[in-house]
């Protein structure tokens, strides 16, 4: 079946490093790929997404790109900050159906 | 922003107990969804509920589990008996549409079973 794999965490920065946190899936067909974030006691929220190969999504300095040929979707930031300290989600949907999400991976940035 | 709110926040039942998990989606969305996170494991899908009835389910969905919209506002996972596997961080979503687009998920529950 469908899945998804991310790098083991935590990942620890300072403020103002540069930030990747792998993700691959394994899928049939064409998914959608998701990022969600969790930060300290609050729900999950979508932070970006892209729907097809090749889209890059982007949301508040974070950035990912659909790679079919390596089946990957990293989440990547420029400078990273104290409150982007949280748990980051990689997960896909095939047609709409139910996210699939991998195990996360705890990000902590301190100044 | 509309929330998703979730009660109670941390619950601790004894094995072999009923436990219900609430939950208030956006008011004006449609589809609800359970889902479900044990300790340092992934977030797992468990059910879909659209139209006063189940639409999708895991093979975790069995039969000690059920959901219920019993009012028109709360949406809510029950589990009959309760077993420490079942321990775990429970979160509800909500969409205007089908699909992944535009899941708001709640901050969850964390269920500990003793």
């Known amino acids: 079946g469908d899945s998804v794999t991310q790098m083991e965490g935590p990942v620890t920065l300072s403020e103002e490093a540069f930030l990747t946190i792998n993700c691959t899936y394994t899928a049939t067909g064409y998914p959608s790929l998701f990022w969600y974030v969790q930060y300290p006691g609050e729900g999950l929220q979508l932070l970006l997404k892209a729907t097809k190969a090749d889209d890059k999504g982007s949301n508040k300095g974070f950035e990912a790109t659909y790679r079919k040929e390596t089946t990957s979707f990293h989440l990547e930031k420029g400078s990273v900050q104290v409150s982007d300290s949280a748990v980051y989600f990689c997960?896909?949907?095939?047609?709409?159906?139910?996210?699939?999400f991998g195990k996360g991976t705890t990000l902590s940035v301190s100044s | 922003e509309p929330e998703v709110t979730q009660t109670p926040s941390h619950q601790v039942t004894q094995m072999g107990q009923e436990v219900i998990l609430r939950c208030v989606p956006i008011?004006?969305?449609?589809?609800f969804y359970w889902y479900r996170q044990i300790l340092g494991q992934k977030v797992e899908f468990l059910v879909s509920?659209?139209?006063?009835?189940?639409?999708?389910k895991s093979e975790i969905f069995d039969d000690q589990f059920s959901v219920e919209r019993p009012d028109g506002s709360n949406f809510t996972l029950k589990i009959r008996s309760t077993k420490l596997e079942d321990s775990a961080m429970y979160f509800c979503?909500?969409?205007?549409?089908?699909?992944?687009?535009?899941?708001?998920f709640g901050s969850g529950t964390r269920l500990t079973v003793v």
């Open positions: 509920f659209y139209n006063n009835e189940i639409s999708e």
């Open positions: 997960a896909l949907s095939q047609a709409g159906t139910a996210l699939i």
């Open positions: 008011s004006n969305h449609l589809y």
């Open positions: 979503a909500s969409s205007v549409l089908q699909g992944a687009y535009g899941y708001t």
